[in-house]
Protein backbone atom coordinates (compact mmCIF):
# COMPACT_ATOMS: atom_id res chain seq x y z
CA UNK A 1 0.00 0.00 0.00
CA UNK A 2 1.80 3.20 -0.89
CA UNK A 3 0.51 6.33 -2.26
CA UNK A 4 0.99 9.55 -3.69
CA UNK A 5 -1.26 13.14 -3.98
CA UNK A 6 0.38 16.22 -5.81
CA UNK A 7 -0.56 19.58 -4.26
CA UNK A 8 -0.41 22.28 -6.69
CA UNK A 9 -0.42 25.51 -5.50
CA UNK A 10 -1.91 26.82 -8.59
CA UNK A 11 -0.89 30.93 -8.40
CA UNK A 12 3.23 29.51 -7.30
CA UNK A 13 3.28 26.23 -8.98
CA UNK A 14 7.35 26.14 -7.46
CA UNK A 15 5.23 25.86 -4.40
CA UNK A 16 3.72 22.56 -5.56
CA UNK A 17 4.67 19.43 -3.71
CA UNK A 18 3.77 15.63 -2.98
CA UNK A 19 2.02 13.84 -0.10
CA UNK A 20 3.06 10.31 -0.03
CA UNK A 21 1.32 7.76 2.17
CA UNK A 22 2.33 4.39 3.40
CA UNK A 23 1.73 1.54 6.51
CA UNK A 24 4.67 1.86 7.35
CA UNK A 25 7.77 4.50 6.79
CA UNK A 26 9.46 3.78 3.67
CA UNK A 27 13.09 3.04 3.52
CA UNK A 28 13.25 4.84 0.31
CA UNK A 29 11.74 7.95 1.80
CA UNK A 30 15.01 8.12 3.74
CA UNK A 31 16.34 8.76 -0.25
CA UNK A 32 13.57 11.05 -0.88
CA UNK A 33 15.12 13.19 1.92
CA UNK A 34 18.63 12.81 1.21
CA UNK A 35 18.33 14.20 -1.96
CA UNK A 36 17.12 17.77 -0.86
CA UNK A 37 20.78 17.46 0.03
CA UNK A 38 19.82 19.78 3.34
CA UNK A 39 23.39 21.45 4.69
CA UNK A 40 22.06 20.61 8.04
CA UNK A 41 18.76 18.49 8.80
CA UNK A 42 17.52 19.78 12.22
CA UNK A 43 14.49 17.15 13.36
CA UNK A 44 11.93 18.78 15.55
CA UNK A 45 9.61 16.81 17.67
CA UNK A 46 8.78 16.60 20.80
CA UNK A 47 8.90 13.97 23.79
CA UNK A 48 6.03 11.86 23.49
CA UNK A 49 6.46 11.33 20.24
CA UNK A 50 10.49 10.83 20.66
CA UNK A 51 9.71 8.19 23.57
CA UNK A 52 7.44 6.00 21.55
CA UNK A 53 9.03 6.44 18.23
CA UNK A 54 12.70 6.81 19.22
CA UNK A 55 14.23 4.04 17.06
CA UNK A 56 12.63 6.02 13.70
CA UNK A 57 13.80 9.23 14.47
CA UNK A 58 17.18 8.44 15.11
CA UNK A 59 17.84 6.11 12.22
CA UNK A 60 16.48 9.32 10.18
CA UNK A 61 18.83 11.25 12.17
CA UNK A 62 22.00 9.05 11.55
CA UNK A 63 20.37 8.55 7.48
CA UNK A 64 21.07 12.34 7.39
CA UNK A 65 24.06 14.12 8.01
CA UNK A 66 24.78 16.07 8.95
CA UNK A 67 21.85 16.31 11.53
CA UNK A 68 20.51 17.35 15.09
CA UNK A 69 17.26 16.24 16.86
CA UNK A 70 15.68 18.62 19.38
CA UNK A 71 12.94 17.01 21.63
CA UNK A 72 10.68 19.63 23.16
CA UNK A 73 8.03 19.61 25.58
CA UNK A 74 4.61 17.72 24.49
CA UNK A 75 1.84 20.63 24.58
CA UNK A 76 -0.15 23.59 23.28
CA UNK A 77 1.43 25.48 25.65
CA UNK A 78 5.02 25.19 24.06
CA UNK A 79 3.69 26.50 20.67
CA UNK A 80 4.13 29.90 22.43
CA UNK A 81 6.18 32.59 20.15
CA UNK A 82 8.52 33.06 24.06
CA UNK A 83 10.10 29.87 22.90
CA UNK A 84 11.20 30.02 19.29
CA UNK A 85 14.27 32.63 20.49
CA UNK A 86 16.30 29.46 21.99
CA UNK A 87 15.69 27.43 18.77
CA UNK A 88 16.50 30.20 16.71
CA UNK A 89 20.04 30.98 18.56
CA UNK A 90 20.53 26.90 18.83
CA UNK A 91 20.02 26.68 14.66
CA UNK A 92 22.01 29.54 14.52
CA UNK A 93 24.99 28.48 16.39
CA UNK A 94 24.77 25.28 14.59
CA UNK A 95 25.43 26.80 11.56
CA UNK A 96 22.43 26.40 10.15
CA UNK A 97 22.41 27.98 6.23
CA UNK A 98 19.46 29.06 3.71
CA UNK A 99 20.12 25.67 2.30
CA UNK A 100 19.59 23.68 5.70
CA UNK A 101 15.57 21.86 6.43
CA UNK A 102 13.56 21.17 9.42
CA UNK A 103 11.94 18.03 9.25
CA UNK A 104 9.01 18.14 11.50
CA UNK A 105 8.15 15.18 13.41
CA UNK A 106 5.06 15.34 15.49
CA UNK A 107 1.33 16.08 15.57
CA UNK A 108 0.41 19.96 14.69
CA UNK A 109 1.55 21.99 17.41
CA UNK A 110 5.31 20.70 16.04
CA UNK A 111 4.50 20.96 12.75
CA UNK A 112 2.86 24.49 13.47
CA UNK A 113 5.83 25.19 15.64
CA UNK A 114 8.73 24.10 13.78
CA UNK A 115 7.04 24.97 10.39
CA UNK A 116 7.11 28.95 12.34
CA UNK A 117 11.20 28.49 12.81
CA UNK A 118 11.25 27.31 9.32
CA UNK A 119 9.79 30.29 7.27
CA UNK A 120 11.56 33.02 9.33
CA UNK A 121 15.17 31.65 10.28
CA UNK A 122 16.82 33.47 7.54
CA UNK A 123 14.23 34.48 5.82
CA UNK A 124 12.97 30.83 4.96
CA UNK A 125 14.95 27.27 5.15
CA UNK A 126 13.82 23.99 3.81
CA UNK A 127 10.56 22.45 6.03
CA UNK A 128 9.55 18.83 5.92
CA UNK A 129 6.37 17.66 7.25
CA UNK A 130 6.15 14.07 9.37
CA UNK A 131 2.87 14.01 10.93
CA UNK A 132 2.28 11.50 13.59
CA UNK A 133 -1.41 12.37 14.87
CA UNK A 134 -4.58 11.69 13.04
CA UNK A 135 -5.23 15.27 12.85
CA UNK A 136 -1.78 16.49 11.83
CA UNK A 137 -2.44 13.58 9.09
CA UNK A 138 -5.85 14.77 7.51
CA UNK A 139 -5.32 18.75 8.52
CA UNK A 140 -2.74 20.42 10.00
CA UNK A 141 0.22 18.89 7.77
CA UNK A 142 -1.41 20.27 4.61
CA UNK A 143 -2.14 23.62 3.61
CA UNK A 144 1.24 25.75 4.73
CA UNK A 145 -0.74 27.40 7.15
CA UNK A 146 1.85 27.47 10.09
CA UNK A 147 2.01 29.85 13.57
CA UNK A 148 2.83 30.24 16.60
CA UNK A 149 1.01 31.16 19.60
CA UNK A 150 0.93 34.60 22.01
CA UNK A 151 -0.54 35.65 25.23
CA UNK A 152 -3.88 37.11 23.99
CA UNK A 153 -4.39 34.77 21.16
CA UNK A 154 -3.30 31.40 19.49
CA UNK A 155 -2.05 31.23 16.15
CA UNK A 156 -2.07 35.28 16.09
CA UNK A 157 1.94 35.07 14.51
CA UNK A 158 2.39 33.19 11.72
CA UNK A 159 2.85 32.60 7.79
CA UNK A 160 2.29 30.76 4.68
CA UNK A 161 5.06 28.55 4.36
CA UNK A 162 4.87 25.29 1.84
CA UNK A 163 6.38 21.95 3.08
CA UNK A 164 8.73 20.41 0.11
CA UNK A 165 7.00 17.28 1.24
CA UNK A 166 5.00 15.57 3.53
CA UNK A 167 5.62 11.94 4.68
CA UNK A 168 2.35 10.31 6.14
CA UNK A 169 3.22 7.04 7.48
CA UNK A 170 0.32 5.90 9.26
CA UNK A 171 2.34 3.39 11.42
CA UNK A 172 2.71 6.28 14.00
CA UNK A 173 -1.53 5.81 14.69
CA UNK A 174 -0.36 2.55 16.76
CA UNK A 175 0.41 4.73 19.50
CA UNK A 176 -1.54 7.49 19.34
CA UNK A 177 -3.78 7.99 22.89
CA UNK A 178 -7.86 7.62 22.60
CA UNK A 179 -8.59 11.14 22.91
CA UNK A 180 -6.36 12.22 20.16
CA UNK A 181 -8.27 10.18 17.58
CA UNK A 182 -11.61 12.70 18.13
CA UNK A 183 -9.49 15.23 16.97
CA UNK A 184 -8.86 13.69 13.69
CA UNK A 185 -12.14 12.53 13.04
CA UNK A 186 -13.60 15.97 13.69
CA UNK A 187 -11.40 17.20 10.96
CA UNK A 188 -12.20 14.51 8.50
CA UNK A 189 -16.09 14.69 9.13
CA UNK A 190 -15.71 18.20 8.15
CA UNK A 191 -13.83 17.06 5.02
CA UNK A 192 -16.81 14.85 4.22
CA UNK A 193 -19.15 17.83 4.37
CA UNK A 194 -17.51 19.90 1.92
CA UNK A 195 -17.42 17.04 -0.67
CA UNK A 196 -19.95 14.61 -1.63
CA UNK A 197 -18.23 11.37 -2.87
CA UNK A 198 -15.80 11.88 -0.09
CA UNK A 199 -18.99 12.17 2.06
CA UNK A 200 -20.52 8.89 0.56
CA UNK A 201 -17.87 7.01 1.10
CA UNK A 202 -17.30 8.00 4.87
CA UNK A 203 -20.51 7.25 5.41
CA UNK A 204 -20.87 3.71 4.39
CA UNK A 205 -17.31 2.89 6.04
CA UNK A 206 -18.81 4.18 9.64
CA UNK A 207 -22.71 2.81 9.05
CA UNK A 208 -21.19 -0.70 7.78
CA UNK A 209 -18.46 -0.90 10.40
CA UNK A 210 -19.23 2.03 13.41
CA UNK A 211 -16.06 1.35 15.51
CA UNK A 212 -13.28 3.22 13.75
CA UNK A 213 -10.55 0.94 16.06
CA UNK A 214 -11.49 -1.96 13.54
CA UNK A 215 -10.91 -0.23 10.81
CA UNK A 216 -7.60 -1.68 9.41
CA UNK A 217 -4.69 0.67 7.23
CA UNK A 218 -5.78 -0.26 4.02
CA UNK A 219 -9.12 1.25 5.17
CA UNK A 220 -7.54 4.15 7.02
CA UNK A 221 -5.00 4.94 4.42
CA UNK A 222 -7.97 5.73 1.44
CA UNK A 223 -10.45 7.69 4.20
CA UNK A 224 -7.14 9.64 5.12
CA UNK A 225 -6.15 10.25 1.51
CA UNK A 226 -9.51 11.38 0.10
CA UNK A 227 -9.82 13.43 3.32
CA UNK A 228 -6.84 15.38 2.99
CA UNK A 229 -7.89 15.76 -0.54
CA UNK A 230 -11.12 18.14 0.17
CA UNK A 231 -7.92 20.36 1.80
CA UNK A 232 -5.82 19.84 -0.78
CA UNK A 233 -8.51 20.72 -3.78
CA UNK A 234 -8.94 23.92 -1.84
CA UNK A 235 -5.72 25.33 -0.81
CA UNK A 236 -4.63 24.96 -4.05
CA UNK A 237 -7.51 27.42 -5.27
CA UNK A 238 -6.99 29.74 -2.47
CA UNK A 239 -3.18 29.69 -0.45
CA UNK A 240 -3.75 32.45 1.33
CA UNK A 241 -7.70 32.09 2.55
CA UNK A 242 -8.58 35.09 0.26
CA UNK A 243 -12.16 33.58 -0.05
CA UNK A 244 -12.56 29.94 -0.75
CA UNK A 245 -10.01 28.73 1.86
CA UNK A 246 -12.51 29.49 4.46
CA UNK A 247 -14.99 26.86 3.98
CA UNK A 248 -12.68 24.75 6.26
CA UNK A 249 -13.77 26.81 8.95
CA UNK A 250 -16.99 25.21 8.75
CA UNK A 251 -18.14 24.41 12.55
CA UNK A 252 -14.62 26.17 13.84
CA UNK A 253 -16.43 29.71 14.26
CA UNK A 254 -18.41 28.45 17.59
CA UNK A 255 -15.32 25.46 18.42
CA UNK A 256 -13.03 28.39 18.58
CA UNK A 257 -15.43 30.67 21.07
CA UNK A 258 -15.85 27.33 23.27
CA UNK A 259 -11.97 27.03 23.28
CA UNK A 260 -11.52 30.43 24.11
CA UNK A 261 -14.33 30.67 26.89
CA UNK A 262 -12.71 27.47 28.56
CA UNK A 263 -8.97 28.90 28.28
CA UNK A 264 -8.08 26.12 25.64
CA UNK A 265 -7.77 23.48 29.04
CA UNK A 266 -10.99 22.04 29.10
CA UNK A 267 -12.11 20.92 25.32
CA UNK A 268 -9.45 19.20 23.00
CA UNK A 269 -10.01 21.17 19.57
CA UNK A 270 -11.58 18.22 17.81
CA UNK A 271 -14.30 18.29 21.15
CA UNK A 272 -14.96 20.95 20.76
CA UNK A 273 -15.05 20.91 16.41
CA UNK A 274 -17.39 18.06 16.84
CA UNK A 275 -19.44 20.61 19.11
CA UNK A 276 -19.24 23.56 16.72
CA UNK A 277 -20.25 21.37 13.46
CA UNK A 278 -23.38 20.40 15.10
CA UNK A 279 -24.19 23.94 15.44
CA UNK A 280 -23.25 24.27 12.12
CA UNK A 281 -25.79 21.85 10.88
CA UNK A 282 -28.28 23.51 13.20
CA UNK A 283 -27.93 26.91 11.55
CA UNK A 284 -27.54 25.82 8.11
CA UNK A 285 -31.03 24.74 8.61
CA UNK A 286 -32.32 27.55 9.71
CA UNK A 287 -30.46 29.75 7.04
CA UNK A 288 -30.16 27.40 3.83
CA UNK A 289 -32.99 25.04 5.10
CA UNK A 290 -30.49 22.01 5.24
CA UNK A 291 -32.98 19.15 5.21
CA UNK A 292 -33.99 16.61 8.44
CA UNK A 293 -32.81 13.79 6.71
CA UNK A 294 -28.97 15.49 6.17
CA UNK A 295 -28.90 16.66 9.62
CA UNK A 296 -29.96 13.39 11.23
CA UNK A 297 -27.67 11.14 8.95
CA UNK A 298 -24.42 13.16 10.15
CA UNK A 299 -25.78 13.00 13.84
CA UNK A 300 -25.80 9.57 13.50
CA UNK A 301 -22.17 9.24 11.97
CA UNK A 302 -21.14 11.44 14.61
CA UNK A 303 -22.74 9.40 17.04
CA UNK A 304 -21.45 6.14 16.00
CA UNK A 305 -17.63 7.66 16.24
CA UNK A 306 -18.70 8.71 19.43
CA UNK A 307 -17.99 12.45 18.97
CA UNK A 308 -19.39 14.78 21.66
CA UNK A 309 -22.59 16.42 20.37
CA UNK A 310 -23.60 18.11 23.39
CA UNK A 311 -23.04 22.18 24.73
CA UNK A 312 -21.19 20.72 27.97
CA UNK A 313 -23.20 22.96 29.92
CA UNK A 314 -21.82 26.09 28.18
CA UNK A 315 -23.86 29.31 28.47
CA UNK A 316 -24.89 30.32 25.01
CA UNK A 317 -24.34 34.30 26.28
CA UNK A 318 -20.62 33.36 27.38
CA UNK A 319 -20.13 31.43 23.85
CA UNK A 320 -21.44 34.43 22.03
CA UNK A 321 -19.44 36.79 23.96
CA UNK A 322 -16.08 35.08 22.51
CA UNK A 323 -17.66 34.92 18.70
CA UNK A 324 -18.11 38.85 19.51
CA UNK A 325 -15.06 39.39 20.57
CA UNK A 326 -12.94 36.67 18.32
CA UNK A 327 -9.48 38.93 17.54
CA UNK A 328 -10.20 37.76 13.90
CA UNK A 329 -13.14 39.01 13.41
CA UNK A 330 -13.65 41.90 10.66
CA UNK A 331 -15.37 45.44 12.20
CA UNK A 332 -17.17 43.10 14.67
CA UNK A 333 -18.70 40.92 11.86
CA UNK A 334 -18.94 37.25 12.87
CA UNK A 335 -18.01 35.29 9.69
CA UNK A 336 -19.76 32.48 9.37
CA UNK A 337 -19.27 28.93 7.14
CA UNK A 338 -23.06 27.43 6.73
CA UNK A 339 -24.19 24.48 4.32
CA UNK A 340 -26.98 24.33 1.99
CA UNK A 341 -26.28 20.84 1.49
CA UNK A 342 -23.38 18.00 1.12
CA UNK A 343 -20.55 19.34 -0.79
CA UNK A 344 -22.11 22.85 -0.93
CA UNK A 345 -20.64 25.39 1.49
CA UNK A 346 -21.39 28.79 1.74
CA UNK A 347 -18.97 31.42 2.70
CA UNK A 348 -18.71 35.08 3.03
CA UNK A 349 -21.76 35.43 5.38
CA UNK A 350 -22.46 36.99 8.47
CA UNK A 351 -23.64 35.12 11.86
CA UNK A 352 -26.80 36.95 13.49
CA UNK A 353 -25.73 36.34 16.90
CA UNK A 354 -30.02 36.00 17.85
CA UNK A 355 -29.21 32.78 14.95
CA UNK A 356 -26.63 31.34 17.44
CA UNK A 357 -28.20 32.08 21.03
CA UNK A 358 -31.28 29.77 19.31
CA UNK A 359 -29.20 26.99 17.62
CA UNK A 360 -27.08 26.23 20.84
CA UNK A 361 -30.72 26.35 22.87
CA UNK A 362 -31.61 23.94 20.36
CA UNK A 363 -28.51 21.94 20.43
CA UNK A 364 -28.98 22.20 24.23
CA UNK A 365 -32.40 20.68 23.58
CA UNK A 366 -31.69 18.07 21.25
CA UNK A 367 -28.09 16.76 22.99
CA UNK A 368 -28.05 18.09 26.56
N1 LIG B 1 -1.61 24.55 10.47
C1 LIG B 1 -2.85 24.16 10.32
O1 LIG B 1 -3.45 24.24 9.24
C2 LIG B 1 -3.56 23.56 11.50
C3 LIG B 1 -4.80 22.92 11.33
C4 LIG B 1 -5.39 22.33 12.45
C5 LIG B 1 -4.77 22.39 13.68
N2 LIG B 1 -3.57 23.04 13.80
C6 LIG B 1 -2.86 23.10 15.10
O2 LIG B 1 -2.54 21.76 15.44
C7 LIG B 1 -2.42 21.67 16.86
C8 LIG B 1 -3.13 20.43 17.33
O3 LIG B 1 -2.50 19.32 16.72
P1 LIG B 1 -2.61 17.86 17.33
O4 LIG B 1 -4.03 17.57 17.62
O5 LIG B 1 -1.86 16.95 16.45
O6 LIG B 1 -1.93 18.04 18.77
P2 LIG B 1 -0.46 17.74 19.35
O7 LIG B 1 0.58 18.03 18.37
O8 LIG B 1 -0.40 18.45 20.66
O9 LIG B 1 -0.52 16.18 19.60
C9 LIG B 1 -1.43 15.68 20.54
C10 LIG B 1 -0.74 14.81 21.58
O10 LIG B 1 -0.41 13.57 20.98
C11 LIG B 1 0.96 13.26 21.18
N3 LIG B 1 1.37 12.48 20.02
C12 LIG B 1 1.60 12.93 18.77
N4 LIG B 1 1.81 11.91 17.94
C13 LIG B 1 1.75 10.79 18.70
C14 LIG B 1 1.90 9.41 18.40
N5 LIG B 1 2.09 8.97 17.17
N6 LIG B 1 1.80 8.54 19.42
C15 LIG B 1 1.56 8.96 20.69
N7 LIG B 1 1.38 10.25 21.03
C16 LIG B 1 1.48 11.15 20.03
C17 LIG B 1 1.63 14.59 21.37
O11 LIG B 1 2.82 14.49 22.11
C18 LIG B 1 0.57 15.37 22.12
O12 LIG B 1 0.64 15.08 23.50
C19 LIG B 1 -2.99 22.95 17.42
O13 LIG B 1 -1.93 23.77 17.86
C20 LIG B 1 -3.70 23.61 16.25
O14 LIG B 1 -3.68 25.01 16.30
C21 LIG B 1 -2.96 23.60 12.74
Same mark, same amino acid.
Given at each position: ?180 ? =??? @???? &?? +? !? ?5 ? #??? *? ?43 ? =??? @???? &?? +? !? ?5 ? #??? *? ?52 ? +? ?47
Amino acid at each position: MYQQLFIPIEEHINKSYNIYFSDDFKKDWFDLLKNFRFTKNVLITDDNVFTYHKELIQTLANQLQPSKIIVRPKGEEYKHIKYTQEIYEDLIQYEVDRKSGIIAVGGGVIGDFAGFIASTLLRGIGFVQIPTTLLAMVDSSVGGKVAVNVDVGKNMIGSFYQPRVVLCSLAFLRTLPEKEW =ICG @LAEM &VK +H !ALLKRNV #YEN *FKKVVFNQPDYKTWDFELWNRLIYESIQVKAEVVSKDEKESGLRS =ILN @LGHT &VA +H !AIESLTN #YKE *FSHGEAVSRGLVTALLLSKKKFQLSDKIIEEVIQIMRLLKLPLDTANLKANEIA +HHLIYDKKNQKGKIKYIYLKDIGNPVYDLELDIQDFLDAWMLQKDLFG
